[in-house]
């Protein structure tokens, strides 16, 4: 009952027309500024009627494709979110078509390895029970060398389980276009070799039913020692050649030109490139396509060229081009003004910019004076004051309402809109009061674009890039080499230098050899 | 004035003779030195060689004995009454051109134009 006052305010504005706002606007301000004064004694959530009318004239220029929250701020109510906009809906129908059709694609390598792991593991265990349980009578009793042999695979079988555990089963994070070499090649190995023990042991000692138990223990121990050492070629060729750097990737997007350079192994091209969008989910900023071009006021105004007209006979089949020639040549000399007016619109945008981001903060600032963190002693010993205890959500809502119009205009003139809704703000509000932030903590999201990982929905389809190279992607990366990385509407083009050998040299410097003397330029008159 | 380790200097030169004028109780030449051995050579505004520490006239004073005989700023002093001016230092400078007993200074001087009027003599 102490807050309605104020949400009645903004919900009647809404349902008005725009034209006699302003009217209601000075009004509500008298009224309310009255109604604060008297409430703020006793409240500990006070909020403060904006003096600004919702609209100003500017507004209507520009994008109106998703301000649906800011004018009707019914906060309470919070039906705002449920609309859906153009831009939601372009998005929804990429996520559609970024789902990969076979989910299991994903998994097939890695279930055919872990078949395989499996299979080389157990190999052992079989090669000890088998003579156990089909000929246990005509075994030779086997005393403490085999006992120290028992104790010894056991271990071994352990230490390979837990390091297979640790290194390879993972779920991979990408699927390639092709074949992974190294792993292929590992695969290959480990099936051809269990494959050989498994010959000679059904050749050598299923057949002739062998006796000697003790050697077939040791020849189980030697398996699982070929099995180690395969492992550590293993990890050798998967991941610890590809650490130490040895090229450079200069990394550019071509839409806007925001580049990176990375410092990376010897990898494949398809290695590379997943070790690329790893990084450039992190590092680059989020591609903006509002943000790019030229307003079109200063581009069209070069075409607006000269006609040529044609006196007399002439050639109609080099006349065109001679047209057109003539055409670009008077183009270039004519004096061009286009960079003045580029100059003086860049100029006028950050100043409305760092306007509208003046205000922001100052709105955000006041509007997070208004909440306090509930001690909990204080709960109990203030039995006279009843205030209203909020969760962080009501919070957050409750001082969502004085920010509201300065971060919407702020978004619209930074063109970032589209990637928060005023669901988003309110959650991320609600995030930052529960941790205790400032209100410049709270800021930081939307004062820099960050990266693209920021903007990211949790969905387990993945993203579809599609990898552009001249040389096959399996190849290793050499100098010179560029590909590219093409998602829909814009793509990043990849090139490979190598690292510069150093030459590094010695030179040692006797500590006491550390002398100064004064510089002397005398003048004499003589 | 091209200077190579180990050689002789060679130089073309003016002879130039000072009669010091007396001021109360010193006589005066009426200009300033810089350089010597002692000195730092990279900050002389007059030499072409930096590294070159020899005695330089910074400075004449106007109507002074000096100039009357026809002594400029940026001469290289190369000798003083005989003695060696190429390799001394400051003070030693100083000693030999202000010694109380002489009257007259006669001096070795050498600049960049005079190198350059003989070349052109030498051309023509």
Known sequence: ?526 | MSFIPGQPVTAVVQRIEIHKLRDGDNLILGFSIGGGIDQDPSQNPFSEDKTDKGIYVTRVSKGGPAEVAGLRMGDKIMQVNGWDMTMVTHDQARKKLTKKGEDVVRLLVTRKSLENAVRQSMMH
Not at chain 1, 41 to 46: I, L
Not at chain 1, 347 to 361: F, G
Not at chain 1, 461 to 485: C, K
């Open chain 1, 1 to 526: 009952m102490d807050n309605e006052s104020q949400y009645s305010g903004y919900s009647y504005k809404s349902s008005h027309s725009r034209s006699s706002r302003k009217h209601r606007d000075r009004r509500d301000r008298h009224r309310s500024k009255s109604r604060d004064s008297s409430s703020r004694g006793d409240k500990s959530v006070t909020i403060q009627a904006p003096g600004e009318p919702l609209l100003d004239a500017e507004s209507t220029r520009g994008d109106d494709r998703d301000d649906n929250w800011g004018e009707t701020t019914t906060v309470v109510t919070g039906t705002s979110e449920h609309s859906v906009s153009n831009e939601d809906l372009t998005r929804a129908s990429k996520e559609l078509e970024d789902s990969s059709p076979l989910e299991c694609r994903r998994f097939a390598g890695p279930v055919l390895s872990g078949i395989l792991g499996l299979f080389a593991l157990l190999t052992p265990l079989a090669f000890l029970l088998l003579p156990q349980l089909l000929w246990r009578d005509s075994l030779e009793p086997c005393g403490t060398p085999c006992e120290g042999l028992y104790v010894s695979l056991a271990f071994k079988l352990l230490v390979l389980l837990i390091s297979s555990w640790a290194l390879f089963l993972r779920p991979p994070r990408a699927t390639l276009p092709r074949f992974f070499v190294f792993r292929c090649l590992l695969m290959a190995l480990v099936f051809l070799f269990v494959a050989s023990y498994w010959l000679f042991y059904g050749v050598r000692v299923l057949e002739p039913r062998e006796r000697d138990y003790r050697g077939i223990v040791g020849y189980a121990v030697s398996l699982v020692d070929a099995l180690l050492f395969i492992q550590y070629l293993a990890l050798v060729l998967l991941e610890v050649r590809h650490l130490r750097p040895a090229f450079c990737l200069k990394v550019v997007r071509t839409t806007d030109g925001a580049s990176r350079f990375y410092n990376v192994g010897h990898l494949s091209i398809q290695r590379a490139a997943v070790w690329v969008l790893d990084h450039y989910y992190t590092d680059f900023p989020v591609y903006n396509p509002a943000l790019l071009n030229l307003p079109k006021s200063i581009l069209s105004k070069k075409m607006s060229g000269f006609k040529v007209y044609s006196l007399g006979e002439e050639n109609s089949t080099n006349n065109s081009t001679g047209q057109s020639r003539a055409m670009i040549a008077a183009a270039a000399r004519r004096r061009d003004n286009s960079h003045n007016e580029y100059y003086y619109e860049e100029a006028e945008m950050d100043r409305r910019v760092r306007k509208r981001k003046a205000r922001l903060v100052v709105a955000v600032e006041e509007a997070f004076t208004h909440i306090k963190r509930l001690q909990d002693d204080e709960a109990a010993t203030s039995p006279k004051h009843p205030r209203e205890v909020m969760d962080p959500r009501e919070a957050a809502q409750a001082i969502f309402a004085p920010m509201a119009r300065a971060m919407q205009k702020y978004l619209r003139t930074t063109r970032q809109q589209p990637y928060h809704s005023m669901e988003s703000i309110i959650a991320h509000l609600q995030f930052c009061i529960t941790h205790n932030m400032t209100p410049k903590a709270f800021l930081e999201r939307y004062l820099t674009p960050g990266p693209t990982m920021q903007y990211q929905r949790e969905n387990g389809r993945g993203r579809q890039w599609t990898l552009v190279s001249e040389e096959p992607v399996t190849s290793a990366l050499r100098q010179g080499l560029v590909f590219s990385l093409r998602r829909l509407d814009f793509s990043l083009v990849v090139t490979v230098t190598p690292l510069p050998f150093l030459n590094l040299g010695e030179e040692f410097i006797d500590p006491k050899s550390h002398k100064f003397v004064m510089r002397l330029q005398s003048e004499t008159s003589v």
